[in-house]
């Protein structure tokens, strides 16, 4: 099973990107599929997840309204576009599949593994102001 992220880079205060998570090995499926971003010295962050029991997707209330995760089944890819970028956004992004904790816990903020199986390595985001 592999997660390979993709998409991060380096933009100014209010620039977009997209990332996407491809896998193989498994199929986005089972329990929850989501993103978290990773700041050196702080806890994990969970930023979104999409349940895929019913599709409902579930936001960190530092990504409501700026961030939008979805599926793309034409490429099998796990999505993240990102708009109005901060400089508290700057991280190490990781997408995650498997994840068992309930994906509730994502809609306002959750900091931890969430239980999840598989791990990409991450994407490097920065944005300056």
């Known amino acids: 099973v592999q997660l390979v992220e993709s998409g991060g880079g380096a933009v100014q205060t209010g620039g977009s990107l997209r990332l996407s998570c491809a896998a193989s090995?498994?199929?986005?499926?089972?329990?929850?599929i989501g993103w978290f971003r990773q700041i050196p010295g702080k806890e994990r962050e969970g930023l979104s997840m999409?349940?895929?029991?019913?599709?409902?997707?579930y936001y960190a209330d530092s990504a409501k309204g700026r961030f939008i995760i979805s599926v793309n089944n034409a490429k099998d890819t796990l999505d993240l576009q990102m708009d109005n970028l901060k400089p508290d956004d700057s991280g190490v992004y990781r997408c995650?599949?498997?994840?068992?904790?309930?994906?509730?816990?994502?809609?306002?903020?959750?900091?931890?593994?969430?239980?999840?199986?598989?791990w990409g390595q991450g994407t490097q985001v920065t944005v300056s102001s």
């Open positions: 995650a599949a498997e994840c068992r904790r309930r994906p509730q816990y994502y809609n306002h903020n959750y900091y931890g593994s969430g239980g999840c199986d598989y």
């Open positions: 999409i349940d895929t029991s019913d599709g409902r997707t």
């Open positions: 090995g498994i199929t986005f499926d089972a329990y929850g």
